[in-house]
């Protein structure tokens, strides 16, 4: 497609397995209702129609992740970082008897601070569609695992923006159910802030 107003609004009416892409989002949106904007052709910009996973933002962070390469690292929930600066983002809505997966990766264009892949948009497709299909059939361990693998968030100090409150803390883990363990305690959303460098063992 050339433009849509959103690849989630057009792959929400599809069957499990269809993947909507577009050259440009007129309304494109990320997490916690903000909008993610690009000019055309400098993104990927993909919808994915998925099977129901209980871990469904953590095996999309990854699959995209591994596609885009062993650099990038996770942001939690499932921000993609690259030198630590954002690469992209996945928005995950369940509808039914299956997830749509939003993905905006940025390919040969980066807002200021962030990062660019510099890859061309049919060779991250292919690689995704692979890895996407390879993580939404994986067991809940390993969905946990590959993250943690890839996490640039645990181990760090982090804030954590609720809506009237701030938490700060040490990233210690994530819980089996995909939560962030913030110094003993669970948060199940929040916008997460990179305080401190990950401090690794």
């Known amino acids: 497609m050339d433009a849509v107003p959103s690849t989630q609004d057009v792959a929400r009416q599809l069957p499990v397995g ?20 690009a000019p055309p052709g400098s993104a990927l910009l ?22 885009c390469g062993e650099a990038v ?5 499932n921000d993609l970082l690259l030198v630590g600066r954002k690469l992209g983002g ?27 892949l510099g890859v ?10 692979g890895e996407m299909n390879r993580w939404f059939a994986a067991a809940e361990t390993a969905v946990l695992a590959a993250w943690r693998e890839r996490s640039d968030t645990i181990g760090r100090r982090v804030r954590v923006q609720l809506s009237g409150e701030t938490y700060e803390g040490v990233a210690e883990d994530i819980g089996p159910d ?15 802030i990179h305080l401190r460098p990950a401090v690794r063992g």
């Open 178 to 192: 995909g939560t962030l363990i913030v110094d003993g305690r669970m948060f199940a959303a929040g916008d997460v």
């Open 18 to 37: 269809t993947v909507v892409v577009a050259e440009h989002q007129t309304a494109g949106r990320g997490r916690l209702g903000r909008r993610w904007e």
């Open 90 to 116: 996945i928005l995950v809505e369940r509808t039914g008897h299956k997830c749509v997966v939003g993905t905006g990766i940025n390919l040969h264009w980066a807002p200021p601070g962030a990062a660019m």
């Open 73 to 77: 690292r996770l942001k939690w929930p």
């Open 46 to 67: 993909a919808s994915w129609v998925m099977p129901v996973h209980d871990l469904a933002p953590l095996a999309a962070g990854v699959a995209a992740a591994q596609a």
């Open 120 to 129: 061309e948009r049919d060779e991250l497709l292919q690689r995704m569609a």
